[in-house]
Every structure is written in C-alpha cells, then in structure tokens.
C-alpha cells in the first residue's frame, strides 16, 4: 500500500534561515508526489508536485523538493524563510485517480 | 475565475442529528473529492465522484454518503452524527486530464454535541 510519512510534526526555524519539512514515502509503484500546506482557517493549497518527470520539482513561494529513490524521500526545502511561511504543511501520495493519502503534517513556525 | 465554494462554513449539530455539506467546484472541474480533517486521524479520504458517479470510496461507515449532480456541484451527508463526526470537512475539484492537480476549498467546520 502506498503511503507517505512526515518526520516531525513541529518545525521551528528563525526567519532567513532554511526550512527543511521531511517526507518519506512508500510505494510498490513510481509515485506521484505533493506538497500542500494549510494557514489558518483556509483549506490546502498545492505547492508542488512530483509526477515522474525532473527529480528536482519547484513550486509556489520559493519552496523546491527533490525526489530520491535511493533514499525514497521527497524533502521540501526552502532557502531562506519568511514569516509568511508559518503554516502547516503536508505531503501527500496519490494512489487511483483522484484519491490522495496525506502525512500526519508539520507545522513550520517562524520565528523572527 | 471563482475558486471551490462550501457551504456552510460552519454548522453546529448535535448527536443522532444528519447534516449535509455542499460543495461548489471550479467551473469545469467534474470531478470532486471529500476528505475530512481531525486533529486525531488527520487528512482522510472520503469519496470521489465524476459526472455524477462516485469513483473511490475511503474506509468510512456508511452514515456518509455523497452525491454528484448534473453540474459537478456535489453534496455530503453525514447521517445519526456522533461525536467523532466532528472535524473539518474539505472539497476538492480537479479538471479532467490534469488529476494530479486538485484545488481545495475553505472547508465546512462540523462541530457534533
């Protein structure tokens, strides 16, 4: 069964430094890869996404995650933080057609 | 372009109550997902229907339902409410041929006493 797991489900990090929010995956089959992160109050918002095609995917924000068999990961990077990014972000398997499996989430704080 | 609409935002029930969730997708999305959001059990798959047919069904018992009407809007049913129904409940549409790609709404908070 394919599934994803998030490994920290707090980050703190001091604004201008790097965010790194982890996520493991498993699967039997090439997967199809998200990120989504979560302010307060609103729904998810899609900020990259992995579908077999360059390994290194960028997405909205400044965010960038690079997809490693070897190591079966797929880790959402961003170089220098800003205040705005304090969310909560998830990663997310797509099995089926329409049918996303989420991780239990990281909540990225920045502080200043 | 407008973006995925729920209503009600919020909605306040009690147990053995049924309530109903509406989501209005993207217009041209035909296809909607549901999942609900617990602090417990996180992000979880509910259904997905496409022109009116559900597709994938998540582990839920069967007090939740859906439908899918003629205009992709779609609606959830959650019937004899208990106190674990509570959570917040997310749409999401996505256009035919770009599934990878599905655009969320603000969600319905349910809250069951």
């Known amino acids: 069964a394919q599934s994803v797991t998030q490994l920290g489900s707090h980050v703190s990090v001091s604004e201008g430094a790097l965010v790194l929010l982890r996520c493991n995956y498993s699967s039997s089959v090439p997967p199809y890869l998200f990120w989504y992160v979560q302010y307060p109050n609103q729904g998810l918002q899609l900020l990259l996404k992995y579908t077999s095609a360059a390994t290194l995917v960028k997405g909205i924000n400044g965010f960038e995650a690079e997809f490693k068999k070897s190591e079966t990961s797929f880790h959402l990077t961003k170089p220098s933080a800003h205040m705005s990014d304090a969310a909560e972000y998830f990663c997310a398997v797509r099995v089926n057609t329409d049918k996303l499996i989420f991780g239990t989430g990281t909540r990225l704080q920045v502080f200043p | 372009k407008a973006g995925v609409t729920q209503t009600p935002r919020y909605l306040i029930k009690t147990r053995g109550q049924q309530v109903t969730l509406s989501c209005s997708p993207i217009?041209?999305?035909?296809?909607v997902s549901w999942y609900q959001q617990t602090p417990g059990q996180g992000l979880q798959f509910l259904f997905e229907y496409f022109s009116e047919t559900q597709r994938n069904k998540g582990n839920f018992p069967g007090r939740f339902s859906g439908r899918q009407f003629s205009n992709s809007r779609s609606e959830m049913n959650v019937s004899t409410l208990e106190l674990g129904d509570s959570a917040l409940y997310l749409c999401?549409?996505?256009?035919?041929?770009?599934?990878?790609?599905?655009?969320f709404g603000p969600g319905t908070r349910l809250t069951v006493l």
């Open positions: 217009s041209g999305h035909r296809s």
């Open positions: 999401a549409s996505s256009l035919v041929g770009d599934a990878d790609t599905q655009y």
